[in-house]
T-cell receptor, first 115, second 113 residues
């Protein structure tokens, strides 16, 4: 158990719909990272938040957005869903500051199926 | 971050040592070598990392060549549970919330009974 909690574990929805994925980082971790893993694309970095602020952006579509709340949990919002958005979405968190070893702790993922 | 090259797949007999190679010829002096693995569709799991010295922990050993252009991850006694995709990643280490990882395609290691 990495200590990172993601909900829901599975989600099935229709094209055009909007969903929200939630991530609770490990206690004390300030950074949250979102990754997408589809069958033909491997693990793709989407976005990172550090203590409530966006820190890095990867291949995140404009239809997707994320935020990190004051209690440090994060949400990834996916809208106008398309079949190609079907994927596993992983959240990770990291220790920051002097104790940092560069290790990312990943959750078990949210599997999104768009029909 | 420097690019890495890994073989797409490898087999290893159960109980034997699994040696997974990684080339990172463009690595710079302040970049570390990290190894993660992903078992089936679970979240990736950290294994080990190093800068230039060989490293060992309870999971594996990491051997980095003297010129740092390549490394080998060693699983000393492979079990069926070690069947996974193994990712070699090269990156700098920051203390300021900049730890994103860029995953390549990795090596799919299959442990054979």
């Amino acid at each position: 158990d990495s200590g990172v909690t993601q909900t829901p574990k599975h989600l099935i929805t229709a094209t055009g719909q909007r969903v929200t994925l939630r991530c609770s980082p490990r206690s004390g971790d300030l950074s949250v990272y979102w990754y997408q893993q589809s069958l033909d694309q491997g693990l793709q970095f989407l976005i990172q938040y550090y203590n409530g602020e966006e820190r890095a952006k990867g291949n995140i579509l404009e239809r997707f957005s994320a935020q990190q709340f004051p209690d440090l949990h994060s949400e990834l919002n996916l809208s106008s869903l398309e079949l190609g958005d079907s994927a596993l979405y992983f959240c990770a968190s990291s220790v920051d500051g002097g104790a940092n070893t560069g290790e990312l702790f990943f959750g078990e993922g949210s599997r999104l199926t768009v029909l | 971050d420097a690019k890495t090259t890994q073989p797409p797949s490898m087999d290893c007999a159960e109980g034997r040592a699994a040696n997974l190679p990684c080339n990172h010829s463009t690595i710079s002096g302040n970049e570390y070598v990290y190894w993660y693995r992903q078992i089936h569709s679970q979240g990736p799991q950290y294994i080990i990392h190093g800068l230039k010295n060989n490293e060992t922990n309870e999971m594996a050993s990491l051997i980095i060549t003297e010129d740092r252009k390549s490394s080998t991850l060693i699983l000393p006694h492979a079990t069926l549970r070690d069947t996974a995709v193994y990712y070699c990643i090269v990156r700098t280490l920051s203390n300021f919330g900049n730890e994103k990882l860029t995953f390549g395609t990795g090596t799919r290691l299959t442990i054979i009974p």
